[in-house]
């Protein structure tokens, strides 16, 4: 073995000083401690002192209580958790970690240890984090705890890092004596042991062990907390010399440079409760009256503390969701609230509305409303409240350091010494500790997948309400992640109001057991479906109260409800597979009907399965319209500037209380970027086939009152033959969105709807639609029936295969979540990196984003016109023409997604020493035109139409150049 030491020899045995010892090891070379060395003592105080400040701000109450009940007494909980946070980095004093830095561990020799500089975690794959855990469950079992606490403590520590391993991954496989010291190395740690537990007021942790087992989603919770800790500690300047390392100084140093940084509290246990005057005030005398309303406000008051709140409508019910969500917070003490919808919808909007309802509460809790999407940007109120000077006024902000992906030290853990601004919390992770967050809802169920930010993102949902709409969340792979978040929210007894347009009996039973199971700790468990008369709108209850499972629903007696005429236009076989001649045909056919039904003043919106299907109708429509009619597109293929713009002009023009007047009509084509959560009103509705739910979920938007000039048609299918031969058949996009099962049920009931002339009477048909559409063949036609029939047993083949394929990603695997503990939660590692979260968590495959920028003599322009330095850098350009730059983000058409996975960045945009929104272009791919706007990738056509957006115009003849990073 070769040791390293100066002095040649090492001191004599009687000399050895555990505690002098102690004061030599480091935990920060130079580069990740602010430009100095930083102690092991110092740093782990400093992250002891960042928890605690952590534990005031963001840890909610319902924890405090567990964990006060856990450490066995009130005020003990923050006591235990700060020492397991001092002690994240106990696997650091090892010759293992001392050896990675000779240069800087000389003291380390001197004091009387060894290393081996040939052998330590880098070289040997076996990191301090692990041997950490290891050695930390080593000493608490000699000093006589408990195994079952053992057990849960030592993941906490073996997943700072954000991997948290079996039990049989603790130790090394080899080189155990050199990885982890002999009996001078076991002193030292007993003495960093004991000062640590001195400084933060946990001396008798030996012999008050814990006296219960926290729950998982606790267990989890406090892990992301703790790795919080140690990013922000780890922004601090390096302390090197051992006069100055104290837990008293450490909390100086927190309050002077983090505390800043952390997010401003939300709620908190005062939220008072809003009772029917409050509310009255708030929206009006007749509001609380309402049929949906008065059955929310009856269960959710029903709740001693909340539980599952499920609320099936097609119509727009955001505002009553949040009122149930403040009852809730206020009986549960949340600090907070994430509102979640589907990621292709009106952000923007909701994020209006969820800060104008915060100003009711409290003018203060608008300003803390955070919106966490990958363009928040281009969202003018967003822009605006966080960054007023930004050199693009109300339209583009900076984003923030640090997002994952990226090498910003302070994220990873090793700091480079900076001042953390407040905005480092704004990250699409980190984000979600803000108080009150509007996001996509897959940032939720992403709660529910094995990531490495897995626990910062249950970190800040353990302490909010959330309201989530989950209308595109209802397919077999999707649901897999809902019932798994639902059953670890149901653990904390986190309180959650789902949206949804429409469920099935079945699925609506899914989602309840699984927040009772969660919630009871029996993953098996399986309720009675709660009675109530067939009705929709819906609502539906699940808590607990004095440890059994309670449910409850309640239908809403809606009134005469309206009808809406249904009419079915079929198309070619070869129209839907994209023949241009039969497409033109289709789309002229449909033109004509759409202009005949609507009269002078009226709207339409016409909802395609892609985009590529709403960019052929357009010159139908056109041609078929008046010249004082307008015609607007959007879709997910226009670039993000764009189609931002267009997104809250359609809002506005198609808001739900304009009146209808005379003159020009007004026609929005879009594909499902209008899904749900886009609040508009028409008088026409024209949508692909989609499942019945879907079709419900897009009703929403026809006008309330008299009825619709001719409702609801439907089209994106061609019918066959008769029974059981001849399809239905589908554009591929549709089948690849929905499958086919779901699309054959609506198509039945559709054309039966069309052919009776009866049409459909919302909402008392809902449940009937919903029943057929899911249940037996008997609900349907008989030309009908086996086609429905075979289209349901392919479907559970493929039901099947998602569900398993899904399961390779959950949080955890099927029969462990009886578990008392964390460990073994990476059993596989998650390949896809955050930004690939959407297309894991929709199970969509994977649409890629691009970057477009145009190659010209004189270098680059982003695609709406800003010019680039000549070979594209960005180097000191305002992070708002970055911004700028990356209002040309554009998603590439389906078939081009394999090709699109292979594209990079421009190579200037990987500069390292890139910081702020530049450094957002290092994981852009980068979409090269030439100036006519064309180029080719992976044998197809490419072209960008500033009106149509991105357009695949078919192979590519000279397939072989494709489209490069630069």
């Known amino acids: 073995m070769v040791r390293t030491h100066g002095a040649g020899e090492l001191p004599e045995a009687g000399a050895f000083r555990p505690r002098a010892a102690v004061d030599t090891l480091i935990a920060k070379t130079p580069s990740h401690g602010g430009g100095s060395v930083c102690l092991l003592t110092a740093h782990s105080l400093d992250t002891a002192a960042v928890a605690e400040e952590l534990w005031h701000l963001l840890a909610p109450e319902a924890l405090k209580r567990e964990f006060d009940a856990v450490a066995g007494a009130p005020g003990r909980g923050i006591r235990l958790f700060r020492w397991i946070c001092a002690l994240h980095d106990f696997g650091k004093a090892t010759p293992m970690f001392q050896a990675r830095f000779p240069s800087y561990t000389r003291q380390v020799l001197d004091a009387g240890l060894e290393y081996d500089a040939g052998v330590h975690e880098r070289n040997t794959g076996y990191r ?77 942790w030996a012999r008050r062990p814990p006296v219960q087992v926290p729950g998982r989603t606790t267990q989890l919770a406090l892990c992301g907390l703790l790795r919080l800790a140690d990013w922000l500690s780890s922004g601090l300047e390096g302390v090197d010399d051992p006069s100055r390392v104290s837990y008293a100084l450490s909390r100086e140093r927190v309050r002077e440079v983090c505390a800043p940084a952390v997010p401003a509290k939300g709620w908190g246990p005062a939220l008072p409760e809003p009772d029917d005057s409050v509310l009255d005030a708030r929206y009006g005398p007749g509001w609380r009256h309402e049929g949906l309303t008065r059955a929310v406000l009856g269960l959710t008051r029903a709740m001693p503390s909340g539980g599952l709140l499920v609320v099936e409508t097609y119509g727009d019910v955001l505002d ?45 809790y608008a300003e803390k409303a955070v919106l966490l999407h990958e363009l928040r940007a281009l969202d003018p109120e967003w822009s605006a409240t966080k960054y007023p000077d930004s050199a693009l006024g109300r339209y583009l902000v900076s984003e923030c350091p640090g997002e994952p992906g990226s090498q910003d030290g302070a994220f990873a853990g090793e700091g480079r010494g900076t001042l953390l601004p407040v905005d480092w919390f704004h990250g699409h992770v980190r984000g979600l500790l803000a108080p009150f967050v509007v996001a996509p809802a897959y940032q939720a169920l992403a709660a529910a997948v094995r990531t490495q930010y897995v626990m910062v993102r249950m970190a800040g949902l353990v302490g909010k309400v959330l309201v989530l709409d989950i209308a595109d969340f209802l397919d077999a792979r999707t649901r897999v992640y809902l019932l798994e978040a639902l059953r670890w929210l149901g653990e904390a007894r986190v309180p959650v109001v789902l949206l949804a347009p429409a469920l099935s009996d079945a699925g609506r039973g899914r989602l309840l057991d699984a927040w009772l199971g969660g919630a009871l700790g029996d993953e098996a468990y399986r309720g009675a479906a709660p009675a109530a008369a067939p009705a929709h709108p819906r609502v539906a209850a699940a808590w607990v109260a004095d440890g059994l499972p309670r449910t409850t629903a309640r239908g809403v007696d809606a009134g005469a409800g309206r009808p809406v005429h249904v009419q079915a236009v ?43 299907r709403a960019q052929t109708l357009l010159p139908a429509l056109r041609e078929a319209l008046r010249e004082d009619d307008t015609v607007v597109l959007l879709h997910t293929q226009l670039a993000a500037g764009p189609q931002a713009v267009r997104a809250r002009e359609v809002l506005a023009r198609l808001a739900p209380r304009a009146a209808a007047g005379g003159g020009g009509r007004y026609v929005v084509i879009a594909d499902h970027l209008v899904e749900r959560a886009f609040p508009a009103q028409v008088d026409l509705l024209v949508s692909d086939v989609a499942p019945v739910e879907s079709l419900l979920a897009r009703l929403g938007s026809l006008r309330a009152g008299p009825a619709p000039a001719a409702g609801l048609l439907v089209t994106g299918y061609a019918a066959g033959g008769g029974e059981g031969r001849d399809g239905p058949t589908f554009p591929e996009e549709s089948v690849r969105r929905y499958g086919r099962a779901g699309l054959v049920a609506a198509t039945a009931l559709v054309e039966e709807a069309a052919a009776t002339g009866r049409g459909w009477q919302l909402p008392d048909d809902v449940d009937a639609l919903v029943a057929a559409a899911h249940g037996g063949t008997h609900g349907f036609a008989a030309a009908w029936r086996v086609r429905v029939a075979q289209a349901r047993e392919e479907g559970r083949r493929q039901t099947a295969s998602a ?10 695997r099927r029969g462990e979540h009886g578990s008392a503990h964390l460990a073994g939660l990476s059993y596989l590692s998650t390949p896809h990196q955050e930004w690939h979260l959407p297309a894991l968590v929709r199970g969509e495959g994977c649409p890629v984003e691009t970057l477009a920028v145009i190659r010209d003599d004189h270098g680059y322009t982003s695609l709406l016109g800003h010019r680039l330095a000549p070979d594209g850098s960005v180097k000191g350009i305002p992070d708002a023409a970055v911004e700028a730059i990356r209002c040309g983000a554009v998603r590439l058409p389906p078939d081009c997604w394999p090709s699109g996975e292979l594209l990079d960045p421009l190579p200037a945009w990987e500069a390292p020493s890139y910081a702020g929104g530049a450094r957002r272009l290092r994981r852009s791919r980068a979409l090269v035109f030439d100036t006519d706007l064309r180029t080719r990738l992976g044998g197809r056509r490419l072209r960008y139409d500033h009106e149509l957006g991105l357009l695949d115009e078919g192979p590519d003849e000279e397939f072989g150049t494709t489209a490069t990073g630069g």
């Open 128 to 204: 301090h984090e692990r041997a950490g855990a290891h050695l930390l469950r080593e000493a608490l079992k000699q000093a006589g705890w408990p195994r079952v606490h053992r057990e849960w403590l030592w993941p906490l520590i073996a997943g700072h890092h954000g991997d948290i391993p079996g039990a049989n991954g603790l130790l090394p496989s080899r080189l155990r004596h050199r990885l982890l010291g002999g009996a001078r190395w076991q002193q030292v740690r007993a003495a960093l042991l004991s000062r640590i537990s001195e400084e933060t007021g946990f001396s008798d």
């Open 320 to 364: 009553t969701g949040l009122v149930a969500a403040e009852i809730m917070a206020s009986r549960r003490k949340a600090a907070g609230i994430f509102v979640g919808v589907p990621e292709w919808s009106a952000h923007h909007d909701v994020f209006r509305r969820v800060r104008a309802w915060l100003g009711l509460l409290d003018a203060s």
């Open 570 to 612: 079929a198309e070619s076989a070869a129209s839907l597979a994209g023949d241009a001649r039969a497409r033109r045909q289709a789309d002229g056919l449909l033109a004509s009907r759409v202009a005949a039904c609507l009269g002078p003043g009226q709207r339409a919106l016409i909802v395609r399965n892609s985009a590529e």
């Open 803 to 812: 569900e398993a394929q899904a399961a390779q990603h959950a949080l955890t």
